[in-house]
Nanobody, 124 residues
Framework: QVQLVESGGGLVQAGGSLRLSCVAS????????MGWFRQAPGKEREFVAT????????YYADSVKGRFTISRDNAKNTVYLQMNSLKPEDTAVYYC?????????????????WGQGTQVTVSS
């Protein structure tokens, strides 16, 4: 079972940037599709971005398209989420998730493995 640990969250002003990292414990990291999700207070967890195991394809929620970039380094067992032009509405706990598979996946229920989350707070 893969263990996921996120880092890189924090407090940033609107318009600023953060880069989240998620390190996986499994040496077969390259066989996992990865996703980023977020959950704001009082709201349901929602999809943010996903990437295939080979880094060949990515997909984004409309709300972050053009501002966020998901990438991965299979040699470091790490997936990243570069977040630019941050807005107060991006404030949430951000989670990375993993599943075995060839494609990318946008549904929460598609992912059996989750990290503990990292808080991102964007001030106006």
């Amino acid at each position: 079972q893969v263990q996921l640990v996120e880092s890189g969250g924090g407090l940033v002003q609107a318009g600023g940037s953060l880069r989240l990292s998620c390190v996986a414990s499994d040496s077969t990291f390259s066989t996992y599709a990865m996703g980023w999700f977020r959950q704001a207070p009082g709201k349901e967890r929602e999809f943010v971005a996903t990437i295939t195991r080979s880094d060949a394809s990515t997909y984004y929620a409309d709300s972050v398209k053009g501002r966020f970039t998901i990438s991965r380094d299979n040699a470091k067992n790490t997936v990243y989420l570069q977040m630019n032009s941050l807005k107060p509405e991006d404030t949430a706990v951000y989670y990375c998730a993993a599943r075995l598979g060839t494609y990318y996946y946008t549904k929460i229920t598609a992912y059996p493995y989750w990290g503990q989350g990292t808080q991102v707070t964007v001030s106006s």
